[in-house]
């Protein structure tokens, strides 16, 4: 039949797996493309904005995608155990796929500054896990010395079976619109999302013969690239960061990156390298939004558009929306935000900037009558 058995069995031509490869799947990819029909308009800007809303993936993140892959090579390889530094969702992911795999996961998680959700999940899911007293670079680095030291595999985006599975996202966008948009925005922490997300625009367009005529094995045929019917272009890609948490902005490591947006608190970008090469290639650039405007727009998100994503997701839709306001991404533009993470992943900060009044009242059909009547649009 045609049921969807996860983003390796479709892309499987275009990933290194073998026939013989058993696949650890638990469904990952096929993400929701929404285009935001609320939000354009009261912007006043002709704009053709969609969202990825990778917070529909079976774990709430993008780092499915990345985990099918690496937890599958790490089987295949042999390994019994993998390890990860995370500010939640990677553990998240690490925890469930291992589960499925039937192997041991070990997460290295900052001590407090991580959503709750994702704790949960980590621990729900049977992983070790240690908090440690710092922060995620700190983990990372640890993670980066035991691995030598045990038998344990990195499933950390340093990994580069997580790239190749992150790059399907790409190519979903590709198969959806029919060619690749003029501008694709994303939250940048570790810098492996967007160098991923470019390695598939350039798969996808690439001219060589193997890239062009492959037909997609899930498809079988029917979908715009195996039709032909994809342009070669690719997007500008734009990496915005938290402004407590904004390396590339400096040009230099920080520190002790601070941020609201918890998943993205990182201050030395692993993928450093890989990223100011996808802005160079690209013709894209980085920008850095406050925390303000980051839980402004998660709210305005959720509120106009019924998207609910956590707060680190929303910095791709808050840069998006003030460069197309200053014409920075010109009128007319096709432009795709990724949202890397549900919103119930992080309870607690939506809670605490949810605004709409919560009414207490009697259980009786007077009292709730009477709130229903005061509350009516006018
Ligand atoms: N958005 C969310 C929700 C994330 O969890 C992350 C990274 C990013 C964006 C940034 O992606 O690192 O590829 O640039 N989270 C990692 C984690 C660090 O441990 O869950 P990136």
């Not at 894209?284 to 406050?290: A, K, Q, S, V």
Request: with cysteine; glycine share 10%.
């Amino acid at each position: 039949g045609n049921r969807y058995t996860g983003l390796i069995e479709k892309y499987r031509d275009r990933l290194p797996v073998s026939k013989d490869t058993r696949i650890i799947s638990l469904g990952e990819g096929a993400t929701p493309l929404i285009q935001l029909r609320n939000i354009p308009r009261e912007l006043g800007k002709q704009a053709d904005i969609y969202v990825k809303f990778e917070g529909l993936n079976p774990t709430g993140s993008f780092k499915d995608r990345g985990m099918t892959m690496a937890v599958t090579k790490a089987v295949e390889e042999g390994s019994r155990a993998i390890i990860c530094a995370s500010t939640g969702n990677t553990s998240a992911s690490a925890a469930a796929y291992a589960a499925r795999a039937g192997i041991t996961c070990f997460v290295l998680i900052p001590d407090g500054k991580i959503a709750l959700g994702k704790l949960a999940q980590a621990m729900i899911h049977g992983a070790v896990v240690i908090q440690i007293q710092g922060n995620f670079d700190a983990g990372m680095e640890l993670v980066k010395q035991v691995a030598k030291e045990a038998p344990v595999t990195i499933v950390n985006s340093i990994n580069p079976y997580r790239l190749q599975g992150q790059k399907t996202a790409a190519f979903e966008i590709i198969e959806e619109l029919g060619r690749a948009p003029d501008y694709h925005c994303l939250p940048v922490g570790n810098a492996g999302n967007i160098t991923a997300h470019w390695i598939g625009y350039c798969e996808y367009s690439s001219a060589s013969g193997k890239n062009v005529t492959a037909a997609c094995t899930f498809c079988q045929g029917q979908c715009a690239y195996a039709k032909g019917a994809v342009t070669g272009s690719r997007p500008k890609m734009i990496g915005y960061q938290a402004a407590g948490a904004a390396p590339f902005m400096r040009g230099a490591m920080v520190d002790n990156p601070e941020t609201i947006a918890t998943a993205i608190r990182i201050g030395h970008p692993q993928s450093w390298d890989q990223a100011w090469k996808v802005k160079e290639e690209s013709g894209g650039w980085f920008d850095e939004c406050t925390d303000e405007e980051i839980l402004a727009v998660q709210k305005l998100l959720a509120e106009k558009e019924g998207v609910f994503c956590e707060p680190a997701s929303a910095t791709s839709v808050a840069g998006a929306l003030r460069d197309i306001k200053s014409g920075k991404i010109p009128a007319g533009s096709q432009v795709v935000c990724t949202l890397t993470g549900h919103g119930l992943k992080d309870p607690d900060t939506a809670i605490k900037q949810s605004t709409g009044p919560l009414h207490k009242v009697k259980a009786e059909l007077g009292a709730v009558k009477k709130t229903i009547l005061d509350n009516l649009p006018r």
